[in-house]
């Protein structure tokens, strides 16, 4: 960590054009040089897209070179926000969905942000690593195993680096849980849990016009979302979307540094959330048309995973009930156990520390406990992420792909993070077909998860 710190610090100082080192972002080009500024292009420019052009748009060390989206309102979107900012005009490629090729194809751009349905993200991300273009991935679940090893073998092949852009590792309270995991608070850890418990009805059908909670058409009558995701719900049944949970339980139990994720086991339950939110919305009833189909994810699918240390992780992804939102965060260890209850507000959780709290036996409100542990990127950075997107966590994600492209620094999340994540989806699918039996999880570092070492937020940088 000493070694990682002194290198920060001289990279800060340093120009752009740094030493290739063996984290080098640049291994893959010893001539890569950035002189003054990261040049960018976006893949995906609907609403999540639009989030990060609204942060890249106010530093003074990037350029928005271009967007390639066939939606021409989502560009127009697009660039008023670069107007907004004073900001020139990105070039725009729009013309059907592979003219993105035609972006990747331009030489004055040094990275893209992809931000598109869940379907695109292999392909547009390894012909933009093969294109030389270092890739910034908005999150999902991959559709097939195989589309895991193919971005591994894309990146070792080509070795252009891929950041996984999950913003909750970088949620304030995940962040402070962390730092004291670090610190030993916890002793050692035993079981964590997490998920994505977040009543997406009204994202997942609208009235075609506005994105959330007014209709309740999808697909080619849909908007936003709606368009592509709710498809998802009719083909699909497994842990759809697993990162937002297991990646910051991932980070506190070091996985692919030291440890990793060995097997897992799914369980589903039946499907009545979607079809009641349908038949009871004031634009569907049970004439509506989508009142007839069947959807096939479960409204609550629950995964259970191996560590190869002999941890446990839980993940639940419930989406298609009422609920208020609450990812479900636990972190469970010898000395301590912290659960959260909300959005990640320091007072939205329980904590307790049995010799700390001389065997009480009764939880403690998280608040004092955080804030005496809150991580130092966050008190760092905190007037910067004010007023970012999913509470100043989109600040920290943007930072990070920019930072380390300027100091030439390895990403902590990298290309084995986003195979081993987005894997998770595959898998709890082929678990709950065969009756929730256990699969094998693959080893995508092959074996370099054993010498690998934390990176993520291990100073007040990234």
Not at 80 to 86: A, S, V
Request: with cysteine; proline share 3%; glycine share 8%.
């Amino acid at each position: 960590m000493t070694t990682r710190r002194n290198f920060i610090k001289t990279a800060a100082m340093a120009s752009f054009g740094a030493l290739v080192l063996p984290n080098s972002l640049f291994s893959y080009s010893e001539n890569f040089k950035i002189d003054k500024k990261i040049r960018v292009g976006f893949i995906g420019v609907g609403l999540r897209g639009q989030e990060h052009i609204k942060l890249l748009a106010k530093r003074n060390d990037v350029d928005i070179i271009a967007f390639a989206d066939p939606n021409k309102a989502m560009l127009s979107a697009s660039q008023k926000i670069l107007n907004t900012h004073n900001k020139p005009s990105a070039q725009e490629f729009s013309n059907g969905e592979y003219d993105y090729r035609n972006l990747l194809k331009l030489k004055n751009i040094d990275a893209v942000v992809i931000a598109t349905p869940w379907e695109w993200h292999l392909t547009q991300g390894v012909e933009a690593m093969r294109a030389k273009k270092i890739v910034g991935m908005e999150v999902s679940g991959a559709i097939k195993l195989q589309d895991c090893w193919e971005f591994v073998k894309a990146y070792e092949e080509t070795k252009v680096p891929i950041f996984m852009m999950e913003n909750v590792c970088y949620r304030r309270d995940v962040m402070a849980i962390l730092h004291m995991v670090r610190k030993g608070m916890f002793g050692e850890l035993v079981h964590g849990r997490g998920g994505y418990q977040h009543d997406l009805r009204g994202v997942l059908f609208n009235d075609g016009i506005t994105p959330y909670n007014s209709g309740a058409e999808f697909g080619e009558k849909g908007f936003s979302e709606a368009k592509w995701r709710t498809e998802h719900y009719i083909n699909r049944n497994g842990e759809l979307y697993p990162t937002h949970g297991l990646g910051p339980i991932a980070m506190t139990m070091n996985i692919n540094r030291g440890n990793r994720l060995t097997r897992l086991s799914s369980f589903s339950s039946k499907s009545v959330g979607l079809h009641k939110y349908i038949v009871e919305h004031q634009k569907g009833g049970d004439n509506h048309p989508n009142s007839q189909i069947k959807f096939n994810q479960g409204d609550v699918v629950t995964t259970q995973i191996a560590c190869e240390n002999g941890e446990t992780i839980l993940l639940t992804h419930d989406t298609s009930l009422q609920r208020p939102y609450d990812l479900g965060f636990r972190v469970q260890g010898t000395e301590g156990l912290w659960q959260d209850f909300g959005w990640g507000e320091f007072n939205q959780g329980h904590i307790y520390f049995e010799k700390n709290m001389n065997h009480t036996h009764q939880w403690e409100n998280t608040e004092k406990w955080l804030t005496e542990n809150d991580h130092p990127m966050w008190k760092k950075f905190e007037k910067d992420a004010n007023g970012a997107g999913h509470g100043g966590m989109d600040f920290f994600v943007m930072n990070t792909f920019i930072e380390c492209i300027k100091r030439n620094i390895e990403f902590p999340m990298d290309v084995y993070d986003l195979a081993t994540w987005y894997s998770i989806t595959p898998l709890s699918e082929e678990s709950i077909a065969k009756g929730s039996q256990i699969v094998e999880i693959p080893d995508f570092t092959n074996g370099q998860w054993k010498n690998r070492k934390p990176v993520f937020g291990m100073t007040d940088e990234f």
